[in-house]
């Protein structure tokens, strides 16, 4: 399949989101760059996980163009679709394991429906997954509700690779971790992302994600994207993007050197 000559794997041109007559998105623009992480950022109710569900096909634009892998998926048929589909993972922000399923069952959950594998090479494919986001085997026969939020996470995570994936789309990833596993969680982001080629796409309110993984930001304000590096979006005057970066929080994830902010 031909794929656009400078690398770009998910195109966004003019997307138009509405949702219970409200204006989400207007003519939103956004390139992904093939192997980068991609940080999504805004304020509460902004969009973020909209744009995330709209790029996957969960909801339908009102308006406008998205490619991934150099195809819409608005213009495939099922079986296109499903092909479109089992080249990225996804972990959704409660990291959405069905709770009356063993962890590797519900690891084992997107090879079922994709590929139909003998149950002993699921079991060791499930087994590999869970070793690659730091689990041990043993997690495999326990169920979420016996998991930390971090171990859960991680979990998701790994249903999110069973695939292989080339994109992994990630909803707050660290949303309601304390910061040693925050940050755990972030190295482990990054260490996948280098090893297997992968290509995150990321919504995060985690400022310290932020300076740690992401090579670009997007912030959504006004309902439209403003997208560079960190300290490219910095420079930008809006004053959300300001607050954001500049306030207490932001002065100390960013590390300005201003004096000895904590
Ligand atoms: N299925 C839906 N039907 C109607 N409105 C929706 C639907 N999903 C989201 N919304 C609305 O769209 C807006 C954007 O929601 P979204 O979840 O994308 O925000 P967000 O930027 O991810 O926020 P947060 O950081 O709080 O998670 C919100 O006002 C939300 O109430």
């Known amino acids: 399949m031909m794929e656009p000559a400078n690398d770009t794997i998910i195109s966004v041109r003019g997307l138009v989101t509405q949702l219970g007559g409200r204006l989400i998105h207007d003519h939103v623009d956004l390139d992904v760059r093939r192997g980068e992480v991609i940080a999504i950022v805004g304020g509460s109710g902004s969009g973020k996980s909209v744009l995330l569900r709209t790029i996957i096909g969960l909801l339908t634009p009102h308006d406008g163009h998205i490619e991934v892998f150099g195809e819409n998926a608005a213009g495939l048929d099922s079986g296109g679709l499903r092909r ?18 063993t ?39 326990k169920y ?32 309601g971790l304390d910061p040693i596993a925050a940050n755990a969680f972030d190295m482990l982001i990054r260490n996948l992302q280098q090893s297997l080629g992968l290509t995150v796409f990321m919504v995060t309110h985690d400022l310290d994600t932020l300076r740690s993984i992401a090579d670009r930001v997007a912030v959504l304000v006004n309902k ?26 932001g002065r100390a994830a960013m590390k300005v050197s201003d004096g000895n902010q904590s």
């Open 144 to 175: 979420p509700s016996e998991l930390s939020g971090g171990m859960r996470k991680r979990a998701g995570l790994a249903r999110a690779l069973v695939l292989d994936p080339e994109i992994v789309f990630l909803d707050e990833p660290t949303a």
């Open 224 to 249: 439209t994207l403003k997208v560079g590096t960190i300290e490219e979006v910095m420079r930008d005057n809006d004053p959300w993007i300001q607050e954001y970066f500049s306030g207490p929080r």
């Open 103 to 141: 962890v590797a069952e519900n690891i084992q959950v997107p090879l079922r429906e994709y590929a139909k594998l003998p149950q002993q090479l699921m079991d060791e494919i499930a087994g590999v997954k869970l070793h690659m986001v730091g689990l041990s085997e043993d997690a495999g026969s």
């Open 84 to 101: 479109l589909q089992r080249r990225w993972g996804v972990l959704f922000q409660d990291g959405a394991l069905y709770s009356s399923q």
